[in-house]
């Protein structure tokens, strides 16, 4: 016949066995809630150069010019998917306005989400929208061709940091996916 462990046995084991527990599910946690909070740092801080969502424009517009390049491309979606202009040439500080073009060639509905990036990487602080598609899900019927604007400025500051100061052009890429 088997004989029972000690009380004190499972007496120790205990807190540890909460402690793995609590660990256990700390760590799915964790794992789910990654994606979301390095996309929120990523927006909140210009990281890796993703853009950030402005409230206003600056009041403060410099001479100094900067060539913004568009680019767009589609993942896994029935879309035609292209910049309305290649190129913009705008001051820094002032308000620049871009469009894009969307055409669904499938034969449904088909909804997107547009991701976006700006290359320098260090650009990504300093490169804000006011408006942009990319901020909610794009439904696009078939057949149907859609012209989204998008509304931006370069921060003033983008001329003094030592990573921006001496570069001439900006690239703002698009790539949208499914939802």
């Known amino acids: 016949m088997p004989t029972a462990p000690p009380t004190d046995l499972k007496t ?8 793995c527990a609590i660990g256990l599910f700390g760590m ?3 794992a789910y809630a990654a994606v979301p909070l390095y996309r929120a740092f990523c927006q909140l801080t210009g990281f890796d150069g993703t853009i950030r969502k402005a409230e206003a424009a600056p009041t403060r517009v410099l001479d100094r010019k900067l060539l913004i390049r568009f680019d767009a491309n589609v993942r896994d979606l029935p879309w035609d998917f292209k910049p309305s202009q290649v190129t913009q040439e705008v001051k820094i500080g002032a308000t620049g306005l871009a469009f894009y073009k969307v055409t669904n060639h ?10 976006y990036n700006v290359v320098p990487e260090a ?12 901020f909610n899900d794009q439904t696009i019927q078939p057949g149907q061709t859609v012209e989204f604007p998008v509304v931006y400025f370069v921060d003033p500051q983008f001329a003094t940091d030592f990573e921006t100061k ?3 052009e900006v690239t703002l890429s698009y790539t949208f996916f499914p939802v």
């Open 12 to 19: 120790r084991n205990a807190p540890s066995a909460v402690f």
């Open 28 to 30: 799915v946690g964790a």
């Open 106 to 115: 499938g034969k449904t509905p088909v909804t997107g989400r547009a991701s």
């Open 123 to 134: 650009a990504g602080a300093y490169f804000q929208k006011l408006e942009c598609f990319c």
């Open 166 to 168: 001496g570069k001439q």
